[in-house]
T-cell receptor, first 115, second 117 residues
Framework: EPEVTQTPSHQVTQMGQEVILRCVPI?????FYWYRQILGQKVEFLVS????????KSEIFDDQFSVERPDGSNFTLKIRSTKLEDSAMYFC?????????????FGDGTRLSIL | AQSVAQPEDQVNVAEGNPLTVKCTYS??????LFWYVQYPNRGLQFLLK??????LVKGSYGFEAEFNKSQTSFHLKKPSALVSDSALYFC???????????????FGKGTKLSVKP
């Protein structure tokens, strides 16, 4: 069964540094998402992306965050200047548009640790 | 605003016994409801969804969920629990999408299911 893949599985970064989290969504999916899960808290929506532009974003997704689909397969999340509170698990997800109400399929996540 | 509540932080069940993980929701309009499971160090795996139709929805690994509109609930159930079902379970509702968006998922805080032999 096709999967969403995320790299790296764990990223350790100094505060203030830029970080890029990478995702390869399922190949025929057209909707892409980023969520995050701070340790011990609920999974929170960050941003959705369709047709090469942001569809929706939450209030968490401020100017420090950006997303990009640089080629036909990758979907990236960039945090420009990381803060301690950015430490979390970041999940990428994708879904199919051709059939309505399809579930989002999640990757295994990237654990981001800010020192 | 749409929201999901999972009132139990943890549910403990003996193997072979039935299990229920509770979820209630608050939405305007018709709800699109989902259950996901998260095993340690893994992402969220889709279990089942309710969009419309029969109130009893069957999903993966023998799980099912009952949609109850009057009680605004969508409890996850399984007739006979396995030790391997031990994991974190998340209920979610899909928000209304705008423009080209399908809407994002709004998750409950999760319920840890522990099945003992």
């Amino acid at each position: 069964e096709p999967e969403v893949t995320q790299t790296p599985s764990h990223q350790v970064t100094q505060m203030g540094q830029e970080v890029i989290l990478r995702c390869v969504p399922i190949s025929n999916h057209l909707y892409f998402y980023w969520y995050r899960q701070i340790l011990g808290q609920k999974v929170e929506f960050l941003v959705s992306f369709y047709n090469n532009e942001i569809s929706e974003k939450s209030e968490i997704f401020d100017d420090q965050f950006s997303v990009e689909r640089p080629d036909g397969s990758n979907f990236t999340l960039k945090i420009r200047s990381t803060k301690l509170e950015d430490s979390a698990m970041y999940f990428c997800a994708s879904s199919d548009r051709t059939v309505s109400n399809q579930p989002q399929h999640f990757g295994d996540g990237t654990r981001l640790s800010i020192l | 605003a749409q929201s999901v509540a999972q009132p139990e932080d943890q549910v403990n069940v003996a193997e072979g016994n039935p299990l229920t993980v509770k979820c209630t929701y608050s939405v305007s309009g018709n709800p699109y409801l989902f259950w996901y499971v998260q095993y340690p160090n893994r992402g969220l795996q889709f279990l089942l969804k309710y969009i419309t139709g029969d109130n009893l929805v069957k999903g993966s690994y023998g799980f099912e969920a009952e949609f109850n509109k009057s009680q605004t609930s969508f409890h996850l159930k399984k007739p006979s629990a396995l030790v391997s079902d031990s994991a974190l379970y998340f209920c979610a509702v899909r928000s209304k999408g705008y423009g080209g968006s399908q809407g994002n998922l709004i998750f409950g805080k999760g319920t840890k299911l522990s099945v003992k032999p």
